[in-house]
């Protein structure tokens, strides 16, 4: 089993940055995938982005070319920065991770975008 914690949340105005990070511990080494994932109020979450273990990323298309993710070289650490945000980027945001034997999660971290 893999355990998630994320850090990095918080209110940020329009057009501002963020970076969120989540540590894995426990079976790191069976990981094949790490995302991040949102939930706004009244929607169903959704995939923001994810990366796997030779480093293919994928995301949503309304945060292409503003948000980025990475995943150190250990394994144990992914990344997603946040640039140019919208307010219609708020939600909470979960990391996940999957493996052949497990999909785990977060406990989620709000990301609030408003002025």
């Known amino acids: 089993q893999v355990q998630l914690v994320e850090s990095g949340g918080g209110l940020v105005q329009p057009g501002g940055s963020l970076r969120l990070s989540c540590a894995a511990s426990?079976?790191?080494?069976?990981?094949?995938?790490m995302g991040w994932y949102r939930q706004a109020p009244g929607k169903e979450r959704e995939l923001v982005a994810s990366?796997?273990?030779?480093?293919?990323?994928n995301y949503l298309d309304s945060v292409k070319g503003r948000f980025t993710i990475s995943r150190d070289n250990r394994g144990n650490m992914v990344y997603l920065q946040m640039n140019s945000l919208k307010p219609e980027d708020t939600a909470v945001y979960y990391c996940n991770a999957r493996g052949p034997r497990f999909d785990s999660w977060g406990q989620g971290t709000q990301v609030t975008v408003s002025s």
């Open positions: 990366i796997n273990s030779i480093r293919t990323t």
């Open positions: 426990g079976s790191i080494f069976s990981i094949s995938v």
